[in-house]
């Protein structure tokens, strides 16, 4: 199954992975939307439906040409994302005519159009909201220093309460107590949350190709986390981070832990954005970010 080309859009599928991973894969950015998994669990919310942009020059024959188009509907109204790359002239102001704005540009696609875009009347504005968080894996796995002394208490005191813990790296085998920690994460919430694309991702770990881990305490399923390698392999992006929290600082201990069992070669971890949420963003601020990956709307004038 093959992405056709614009104006065509079709439903985003499981069958078009091996025609979209490759691709994403090669984004710069580190956007953490923009991967298959990221679209893919979440297709339903937003309503995704794909298409291929032929660049300046390209051809609709070939299918290994060209990014993507991504429409999608938020809040009754609809918007457009393109992860690889802006779309020529005559293919954006098609756009704007059935989208009401363009969602999610990132940097490497902005950056070379900007100034013509401004210049159409296209009002470019930061997305702080949907800023991914970016940390240094280093830091997160050592929590050196003065700046991260209550984490490090918390994990030391998590490690002197439960003395019986254990890493394990995600796989198969593991997905039945995932399930279980997760459905009691749902029952402690009293919230589905993202209960759904969380579960899926489950479900279909190896189709995927997510990487993870899983923690046991005194021999039962703890807490978990799943995500995978972006941005050309520098950068591993944290999708879903679930525990029971009757273990008295298991979060901090979860994030320390997978930082530090993380190959070398990952030198920053992303720990997507905070959509806004004062308690969410107080949270993700308080392990010092060493940067975001920024994101940008566009809209007519």
């Not at 439906?49 to 051809?59: F, L």
Request: net charge neutral.
């Amino acid at each position: 199954m093959t992405v056709p080309c614009y104006p065509d859009f079709v439903p985003l599928d499981i069958e078009l992975k091996d025609s979209m991973h490759p691709r994403l894969s090669l984004t710069a950015d580190g956007v953490s939307e923009f991967t298959f998994s990221g679209l893919y669990l979440f297709r339903n919310k937003y309503d995704y439906r794909i298409s291929r942009n032929i660049p300046e020059g390209g051809s609709k024959n070939n299918a290994d040409e060209g990014g993507f188009i991504i429409s999608g509907k938020q809040n009754g109204k609809t918007f457009f994302s393109t992860p690889c790359e802006p779309p020529n002239d005559e293919i954006l102001e098609s756009l704007f005519k059935t989208h009401d704005y363009w969602k999610n540009i990132p940097e490497s696609v902005l950056l070379p159009v900007k100034e013509k875009l401004e210049k159409k009347g296209i009002v470019i504005a930061e997305d702080r909201d949907n800023f991914d968080y970016l940390y240094y894996r280093n830091d997160l796995a050592e929590l050196a220093g003065k700046k991260y002394h209550k984490k490090k208490n918390h994990v030391n005191n998590f490690l002197a309460a439960y003395p019986d813990h254990e890493l394990r790296q995600m796989s198969a085998e593991h997905i039945p107590a995932a399930i279980e920690i997760l459905d009691r994460w749902r029952k402690d919430k009293e919230d589905d949350g993202d209960y759904k694309s969380a579960r899926e991702a489950l479900d279909l770990f190896d189709v995927l190709t997510l990487k993870g881990a899983i923690f046991f305490i005194d021999g039962k399923p703890a807490a978990y986390c799943l995500g995978e390698s972006i941005s050309r392999g520098k950068m591993f992006a944290v999708h879903f981070e679930k525990a029971i929290e009757e273990y008295k600082g298991i979060y901090q201990y979860v994030n320390q832990a997978f930082a530090a069992s993380l190959p070398r070669f990952f030198t920053l971890i992303n720990r997507e954005q905070d959509l806004g949420n004062e308690g969410l963003r107080q949270a993700k601020m308080t392990y010092r970010p060493c940067g975001f990956v920024q994101k940008y709307t566009g809209k007519k004038s």
